[in-house]
């Protein structure tokens, strides 16, 4: 089955410093990739996609970029603010399954 | 405007007892799984279901069941708690036909003593 792994579990970045979050996946059949934020107490929320057939993906301060080659994908936050602070989950869905595997998570922590 | 919701957000069961976690969506979404969350370990997948009545196991489905009788509604079942299921467990739902993001419900934290 899929495996994704994701790095670092932890990452502490200053307001306005951008931050990047790193994943691989090792099921090439793999063909969608979504982040999710999870504030604290709170429920894990979508917050970009990206198919395969696209390589990057912008929604104003969030990123995503997908290399299929390499069977990685990066999220970069930009001008990060203190609200960015959450856990963030990559994962990875192929074929007709759905279902998604998860990144063990990345803590990021906004620091002023 | 809750889409997903879990029956209860804190639960404390003793070792030994049958345990019933209940995810309701009202989206009409055909998807439906069960994670449980850990710290360092992120979110596994125990069991999912494409339909009423259909069930796949996930990663870790040991020590667990499910039942979907109705389309809305996905119940996870620990058939005789231990204490290594202590876990926060997040219900989601999702569209077919396509590839699509999940909706989670908010959890429920499950403590076996």
């Known amino acids: 089955g899929e495996n994704v792994e994701q790095h670092p579990s932890t990452l502490s970045v200053q307001e306005g410093d951008s931050a990047v979050i790193k994943c691989t996946y090792s099921?090439?059949?793999?063909?969608?990739f979504p982040w999710y934020k999870q504030e604290l107490g709170k429920r894990p929320q979508l917050i970009i996609d990206?198919?395969?057939?696209?390589g990057e993906k912008k929604d104003q301060r969030i990123a995503v970029t997908l290399n299929k080659t390499a069977k990685h994908f990066s999220l970069h936050i930009t001008e990060t603010q203190p609200e960015d602070s959450a856990v963030y989950f990559c994962?990875?869905?192929?074929?007709?399954?759905?279902?998604?595997?998860f990144g063990t998570g990345t803590r990021l922590q906004v620091t002023l | 405007d809750v889409k997903v919701t879990q029956s209860s957000r804190y639960l404390v069961k003793r070792t030994g007892e049958k345990v019933f976690l209940e995810c309701v969506q009202d989206?009409?979404?055909?998807?439906m799984f069960w994670y449980r969350q850990d710290p360092g370990l992120g979110l596994r997948l125990i069991y999912f279901?494409?339909?009423?009545?259909?069930?796949e196991k996930g990663d870790i489905p040991e020590g667990y069941s499910v039942s979907r009788e109705k389309k809305e509604r996905f119940s996870l079942i620990l058939e005789s708690a231990s204490t290594n299921q202590t876990s926060m467990y997040l219900c989601?739902?999702?569209?077919?036909?396509?590839?699509?993001?999940?909706?989670f419900g908010s959890g429920t934290r499950l403590t076996v003593v």
């Open positions: 990206i198919r395969s057939n696209v």
């Open positions: 989601a739902s999702s569209l077919t036909g396509g590839i699509f993001g999940y909706t």
């Open positions: 099921d090439s059949a793999s063909n969608y």
């Open positions: 989206m009409d979404h055909e998807n």
């Open positions: 994962a990875a869905s192929s074929g007709t399954a759905s279902k998604l595997t």
């Open positions: 279901s494409y339909d009423v009545k259909m069930k």
